[in-house]
């Protein structure tokens, strides 16, 4: 796509196009202030004051655009109206809705085919300090979008160790990856999930190390299956269709990252992102077996598709070990929460009051909405095993969400506060801004709230 950076400039009264946003129920008294050709024009156009609609009309000897949009606070505002609009310069007329939306209604994934986008549209704006926070959200989101519509052909454990190698560099932080057979002893459950895939894609763990070691710690997990099959308990063709966005996870955590080193926020930052393939060969994991974990707990494995927690588990304590003041984890975790909530809203699991209201609020402000959900104690006698401390997967399938919350919460004591995100990070249909394909969710809330936290 075109440079973000390109999209957004300080308005110094450059030649421009006006944009002139109004309430679809202002439709009627903007038409009526009009002259006869205006009118016409916008007939003919078939402008009725639709919120999303916009017409092109004369403005002395060039043209200016009216566009009906119905929230001028959304982040989306301007989406539509990027994505539609001849190439070239623009300014709102009066106050200027967020730029976010202006900047990704220009995001294409070019990566496997030549982008059949319009040249760039540039909006100016008097906001010129907000510039840079429009365009780093905007790129974070880009990065998101990236890495999950990548093939899994080209986006595998390695090039998830890639990603973070290139916000190490950029930002001087330390990377430590530990890889292969060496993660038996100290990581087995991140082993034994990607133990059968090639020699090219063995599982590793990644770690990024950044900022003032008297800093408050702050770890941010993110689940990396770059592809999953389901393991011996092979998904069919429908369900692994997408599965090369199980990394989502992963793109979220690397993006988080990626805001906060780059915002400088005052905290000592590690990132964690347990990257395997799940494949299948005579040396997978299987069902019925017991794994042994970093923590020191037992694990039956019931489901060798529930491979996600898995890793998880062992990311998490590792995470634990450095006494963070907090920790987040994102993860494609569940089919169920998909069920309860779709694709759009992802549910937040939170063990600390505090933490949860926070990212409440910072979803709210936003407009990047979270849901939260329980990590309901009745629920944890599901994760019973007859051979070991735990299962990974419940029989029977109810609340299957939250039973992976719980399962989670085992690696996470109760005095560190810890939020869990299971998101889909991925759009099944189209919107103004958001193209069908990867996404980001939750992820401007969750870096809204640690600046909050942290300023």
């Known amino acids: 796509m075109t440079a973000m950076a390109a999209l957004l400039e300080a308005d110094r009264g450059q030649p421009a196009h006006t944009i002139t946003l109004i309430a679809p129920d202002a439709f009627d008294g903007w038409l009526a202030q009009q002259s006869g050709p205006v009118r016409a024009i916008a007939a003919g156009q078939r402008f009725a004051g639709k919120a999303g609609s916009h017409a092109i009309l004369p403005d002395g000897d060039g043209w200016q655009v009216v ?19 001849p190439e070239g310069p623009y300014r709102i007329a009066g106050d200027c809705p967020p730029a976010l939306g202006w900047v990704l209604g220009q995001y294409r994934f070019d990566r496997y085919r030549k982008s059949e986008g319009a040249g760039p549209r540039i909006l100016l704006t008097r906001d010129a300090a907000g510039i840079a926070s429009a365009l780093a959200l905007a790129a974070a989101t880009a990065t998101v979008r ?4 990548t093939g899994a052909g ?46 090219d894609r063995h599982p590793r763990l990644i770690e990024l190390d950044w900022g003032d070691a008297g800093h408050p710690r702050v770890a941010i997990v993110g689940k990396g299956v770059t592809f999953d099959t389901g393991g011996l308990d092979i998904k069919p063709s ?37 990257a395997v393939e799940n494949a299948i060969a005579g040396n997978a994991f299987r069902p019925g077996d017991v794994l042994k974990t970093r923590k020191g707990l037992s694990v039956e494995n019931t489901n060798t598709d529930a491979e996600g ?24 975790l569940t089919g169920a929460a998909r069920v309860a909530l779709g694709p759009d809203l992802p549910p937040l699991f939170a063990n600390d009051e505090a933490l949860a209201a926070d990212l409440l609020v910072a979803a709210h402000d ?3 909405p979270l849901w939260r959900m329980p990590l309901w104690d009745g629920y944890d006698e599901m994760l019973k095993s007859d051979t070991a401390d735990l299962v990974n997967a419940p029989d029977g399938g109810f609340a299957g969400a939250i039973t992976a919350a719980l399962f989670l919460r085992r690696f996470v004591p109760a005095d560190i506060p810890w939020a869990h995100l299971d998101v889909f990070a991925w759009r099944p249909a189209a919107k103004p801004g958001r193209p069908k394909g990867g996404d980001a969710f939750g992820l401007r809330a969750a870096f809204a709230m640690l600046r909050t936290r942290y300023p």
Not at 71 to 83: H, I, R
Not at 161 to 187: F, M
Not at 309 to 332: C, H, N, Y
């Open 67 to 85: 566009a009906a949009v119905d929230d001028t606070a959304s982040p989306w505002a301007l989406a539509k109206l990027a994505e539609m609009l």
């Open 146 to 149: 990236d890495l999950v519509n």
């Open 154 to 199: 080209d986006m595998g454990p390695g090039d998830l160790e890639a990603a973070a190698q290139t916000l190490a560099t950029r930002h001087h932080a330390a990377l430590t990856v530990t890889r292969g057979d060496a993660l038996a002893s100290g990581y087995p459950m991140i082993h034994a999930v990607g133990q059968a895939a090639a020699k």
């Open 238 to 274: 429908a369900g692994m269709r997408l599965m090369k966005k199980d990394m989502g996870g992963a793109a979220h955590a690397l993006a988080l990252a990626e805001l906060v080193m780059a915002a400088k926020l005052p905290v000592r930052l590690h990132l964690l992102i347990p």
């Open 309 to 332: 927690r898995l890793i998880l588990g062992d990311a998490l304590t590792k995470a634990v070990e450095g006494k963070p003041e907090l920790i987040l984890d994102f993860a494609t």
């Open 366 to 368: 936003e407009q990047d």
